[in-house]
């Protein structure tokens, strides 16, 4: 597709129960991005690939999220046992080079809106 | 540490009017990047402008203009002659030179364009 696609765009969970998140990035594109959005917030940052690795994972809140990109391609994020203050947007993003470099934009997806009841 | 802030948190004009969204930085880099994003209620983040602090000149894209200013750490955004389609949240964001990939938002501002 064109742009940054991501699935569900709704999940809502209970709590204690184990959701996945994909994320199709734009075609070629070599970074990948997982921004936590709360609800009137800015997003924040929890996670960047670089093709297949994970070059940082500082932003992920506890060890239950866990992201991976196993072909450089396609992003899953997957939360374990989740918990109420895990309700949030998550937003996945990438840009064509190895981030940094003057020029390189990041183009975001619309997001997974995960309610935990 | 690196931080945005964006005091305003809604703003509401009548279509037409000018309307400039505020954004205050704060980072001990020499070398780093500015973004404004549009965000409508669908959720996907529009990217609208990137700046690298070496680069102070105002740019000016249709109606919207950027203002940057480092002498105060500002960023500020400018829509002229708005529109309803504008009604939505701006993020202004900040990412450094050691972990530019990393972008550091501010918390919006919500702007409503009324007919």
């Known amino acids: 597709g064109a742009g940054v696609s991501q699935s569900p765009r709704y999940k809502v969970a209970k709590r204690g129960q184990d959701v996945a998140l994909r994320c199709d990035p734009i075609?070629?594109?070599?970074?990948l991005f997982w921004y936590q959005q709360a609800l009137g917030q800015g997003p924040e940052f929890l996670t960047y690939?670089?093709?297949?690795?994970?070059?940082?994972k500082s932003g992920l809140p506890s060890d239950r999220f866990f992201a991976e990109r196993p072909e450089g391609s396609v992003s899953t994020l997957k939360i374990q046992r989740t918990q109420q203050e895990d309700s949030a947007v998550y937003l996945c993003?990438?840009?064509?080079?190895?981030?940094?470099?003057?020029?390189?934009?990041?183009?975001f997806g619309e997001g997974s809106w995960l309610t935990v009841v | 540490a690196q931080k945005v802030t964006q005091a305003q948190t809604e703003i509401s004009v009548v279509e037409k009017e000018d309307v400039t969204l505020d954004c205050v930085y704060e980072?001990?880099?020499?070398?780093?990047?500015l973004f404004w994003y549009k965000q409508p209620p669908s959720g996907e983040l529009v990217f609208l402008i990137r700046?690298?602090?070496?680069?102070?000149q105002n740019e000016i894209s249709g109606r919207y203009s950027w203002n940057f200013q480092k002498s105060t750490s500002s960023f500020n955004f400018t829509i002229t002659a708005s529109q309803v389609v504008d009604s939505a949240v701006y993020f202004c964001?900040?990412?450094?030179?050691?972990?530019?990939?990393?972008?550091?938002f501010g918390s919006g501002t919500r702007l409503l364009v009324r007919p």
């Open positions: 690939f670089q093709n297949e690795a994970q070059l940082d």
């Open positions: 993003a990438s840009s064509l080079w190895q981030s940094g470099l003057s020029g390189n934009t990041i183009y």
């Open positions: 980072t001990r880099d020499t070398t780093y990047y």
């Open positions: 700046r690298n602090s070496f680069d102070e």
């Open positions: 964001a900040l990412s450094e030179g050691d972990s530019s990939y990393k972008l550091i």
């Open positions: 075609s070629g594109h070599v970074s």
